[in-house]
């Protein structure tokens, strides 16, 4: 079988950037907000379920325990 033996001065084209094309540097500030964010669109979803659990709950009260009507 032949070996394949990599000398010092051979390197990759992109060897230059510190991690690569795809590196894990930081973006700007307005990278950050545009950025969908799904963890906050599920409180919110948990608060509009529970908006209207209570709704839900109130109104299922009105319909077991009539008011009275004042003439």
Known sequence: PQHLY???DEHEDNDDLVNG???AELGSH???ISMPRP???RITQVSKEKHLHD???ELS???HHPRMKRS
Do not use: A, M, P, T
């Open 30 to 32: 307005e990278d950050s």
């Open 61 to 63: 009260k009105e319909l």
């Open 39 to 41: 963890e906050e669109d």
């Open 6 to 8: 990599v000398h010092e």
């Open 55 to 57: 709704q839900l709950k």
């Open 21 to 23: 094309e795809f590196g």
